[in-house]
């Protein structure tokens, strides 16, 4: 029986058909790469479901703000230039970069609370149907949100009523602007008539 030859990156009969002609051998560098960031993706991926998508970053002091935006940048140039070592480095920095975060944001008597959700219902009214939705306070708390139900952030909300800020929120805006406590009760839009022209 005849022994078959040792398999690397550049025996293509073992690998199987390839477009390209060869797999240079450095392509070993981007496995060790991708190894190397899976314990800091763990690490990012189990605070973010503590305190929610970038909330860390809020809460503690600008020099550690600052400190931690620098180790991602870092990271990433690291990742670009494919530098395995440095990676390993860099990724070793913002694993206690994430750490600190936290450290920071419990010293300062912030905790990982709850998300803020907020469940807004309209009933079945005006021959529409009844809807609920989730509105979190920002993308933060929606990251932490185990609604069922379409999510919106409050910025979301600014941004569709901005978007159907036509003729008739014209006038929602101005009423709600001068009497805070007006409940709008039904909205519809205006239908536009077009009359034939008797000639």
Same mark, same amino acid.
């Given at each position: 029986? =005849?022994?078959?030859?040792?398999?690397?990156?550049?025996?293509?009969?073992?690998?199987?058909?390839?477009?390209? +002609?060869?797999?240079?051998?450095? !392509?070993?560098? /981007?496995?060790?790469?991708?190894?190397?960031?899976?314990?800091?993706?763990?690490?990012?991926? !189990?605070? !973010?479901?503590?305190?929610?998508?970038?909330?860390?970053? %809020?809460?503690?002091? +600008?020099?550690? $703000?600052?400190?931690?935006?620098? *180790?991602?940048?870092?990271?990433?140039? =690291?990742? $670009?230039?494919?530098?395995?070592?440095?990676?390993?480095?860099?990724? %070793?920095?913002?694993?206690?970069?994430?750490? $600190?975060?936290?450290? %920071? =944001?419990?010293?300062?008597? #912030?905790? *990982?609370? +709850?998300?803020?959700?907020?469940?807004?219902?309209?009933?079945?009214? /005006?021959?529409?149907?009844?809807?609920?939705?989730?509105? *979190?306070?920002?993308?933060?708390?929606?990251?932490?949100?185990? *609604?069922?139900?379409?999510?919106?952030?409050?910025?979301?909300? $600014?941004?569709?009523?901005?978007? #159907?800020?036509?003729?008739?929120?014209?006038?929602?805006?101005?009423?709600?602007?001068? #009497? +805070?406590?007006?409940?709008?009760?039904?909205?519809?839009?205006? %239908?536009?008539?077009?009359?034939?022209?008797? #000639?």
């Amino acid at each position: 029986m =005849a022994r078959t030859g040792r398999k690397s990156r550049d025996d293509l009969e073992a690998l199987g058909d390839h477009l390209e +002609p060869h797999v240079p051998r450095n !392509e070993w560098e /981007y496995d060790q790469i991708d190894g190397a960031l899976k314990p800091l993706d763990a690490l990012a991926s !189990e605070i !973010e479901a503590r305190w929610g998508v970038g909330r860390l970053q %809020e809460l503690v002091s +600008p020099a550690t $703000a600052a400190k931690f935006q620098a *180790a991602k940048h870092k990271l990433d140039l =690291a990742i $670009a230039d494919k530098g395995v070592n440095e990676v390993i480095q860099r990724a %070793e920095i913002l694993m206690r970069g994430w750490k $600190a975060l936290e450290a %920071e =944001a419990l010293s300062m008597g #912030f905790s *990982a609370s +709850p998300a803020d959700i907020w469940i807004a219902s309209a009933p079945a009214e /005006y021959g529409k149907p009844a809807v609920q939705y989730a509105i *979190a306070k920002n993308n933060g708390d929606a990251s932490l949100s185990q *609604a069922d139900i379409p999510l919106y952030t409050l910025e979301e909300v $600014a941004r569709i009523i901005r978007a #159907f800020n036509d003729g008739l929120l014209v006038h929602v805006n101005a009423v709600k602007t001068a #009497f +805070p406590a007006a409940e709008i009760a039904n909205v519809k839009r205006r %239908e536009v008539v077009e009359d034939e022209i008797p #000639f």
